[in-house]
């Protein structure tokens, strides 16, 4: 049985998609994987983009969500916020886990890079704990 995954950040523009862009990498046929925003930007950070295609991943293809645009995937096995405390409301699910990463919006691609590979170590971690 598939495992359903939501992540969340703020925009839905960077870290909850990279999120779910390794979700999909790393977990192939055996997890679903979404992700949203409490208040989506509209759009992916062009570096988002670049920084997945440095690994052979289209992030273009993606869209920036809303939690509503999601919430009819629900319920979902595990909801990973990416460190927005308040501005990430509930989500129907069997659990929760809150990751501290900083929002590499503004930050220098070296900086960015070092972001995304945090999130694909814990992706890869949370896939193991599954």
Known sequence: MKKKLLFVCIENSNRSQMSQAFAK???GDKVEAYSSGSRPSGVI?????????????DLSLHSSKSLEDVKRFAPFDVVITMGCGDACPWMPSKQFVD???????????SEFREVRDMIRDKVKDLLVSL
């Open 99 to 109: 990751w501290q990463i900083p929002d590499p919006r503004n930050m220098n691609e």
């Open 45 to 57: 950070n062009p570096k988002a983009i670049a920084a997945m295609q440095e690994l052979g991943y």
């Open 25 to 27: 990498m790393l977990g």
